[in-house]
């Protein structure tokens, strides 16, 4: 073989390895900073079972504590925790934090959402308008309360068996009782602008919840093209009940959220 017939060869051999790497693209480093976001009635300290699995697995964990006072201000106190993270994070929500999320999550150094037995509501929807079609035990029994400042809260007597059934029942009882009166605005308030339309997302469905319908947990899973998964038989407080399941998923969504495959 003569030497212009090997040069050429080499030179063949050099482009098919150049597109061949080309056309696998590297993964993009996995996201190391997490924003936890609680829902309506409890504090962020529901998260604590999570944040030490998370922290145990080397990311670095911001709890937002809303005040719960209008949808306006708890976006704005996410906002502020989101703009304290050195790069790129997951966004994570349960139960109403998926409105609060939804509306907080377009800022740039969002990398992906993570909506744990959470609403996920479109532009113009609200958490009232979208259950109404999807009643569950506790809008049948009515019991959440409210004050006449127009604060609501769950009927401390039945917030073992609505929201916390697979929790330890003096844990529940004392979450009971530890309640953050929430603005009733928050729940008729609409979404202007869901982030999950131009975000990545994961979802879990908590298969027992008794406070949001897990069809509809489905239907805004399957509406936002989320990776969800399932919890077999946990309520509500899956985020404490349930923390490695949970954890799993937030951590799923840190390692793929940049890498192009999940929208």
Request: charged share 20%.
């Amino acid at each position: 073989m003569n030497i212009s017939i090997k040069t050429r060869l080499a030179s063949t051999a050099a482009a098919v390895l150049v597109l061949g790497t080309a056309a696998v693209p590297a993964s993009a480093a996995p996201v190391k900073n997490i924003v936890l976001v609680h829902g309506a009635w409890v504090d962020g300290s529901g998260w604590k079972p999570v944040y030490e699995i998370l922290i145990k697995d080397g990311y670095h964990v911001s709890l937002v504590q809303e005040p719960l006072t209008s949808l306006n201000d708890d976006v704005t106190a996410t906002k502020r925790v989101i703009a304290l993270q050195q790069g790129p994070c997951i966004l994570v929500s349960h139960s109403y934090g998926g409105t609060v999320i939804t509306e907080a999550g377009t800022a740039p150094n969002v990398a992906g959402l993570v909506y744990i037995a959470s609403h996920e509501p479109d532009a113009g929807e609200t958490e009232s308008g979208n259950g109404k079609p999807y009643p569950t035990p506790l809008s049948k029994a009515q019991a959440i309360e409210k004050t006449p400042d127009g604060f609501t809260y769950l009927d401390p007597t039945r917030f073992y068996e609505l929201f916390a059934a697979d929790l330890p029942r003096e844990q529940a009882e004392f979450e009971a009782h530890s309640q953050i009166p929430t603005a009733a605005s928050v729940f008729t308030t609409p979404v202007t602008n869901p982030a999950w339309k131009v975000k990545p997302s994961w979802a879990l469905v908590a298969d027992a919840d008794e406070v949001i319908s897990p069809d509809l947990e489905r239907m805004y899973a399957a509406r936002a093209h989320s990776h969800v998964v399932e919890v077999k038989g946990a309520s509500h407080s899956v985020y404490e009940s349930r923390p490695k399941d949970v954890a799993a998923l937030i951590e799923q969504a840190a390692q793929h959220a940049q890498d192009g495959s999940t929208k």
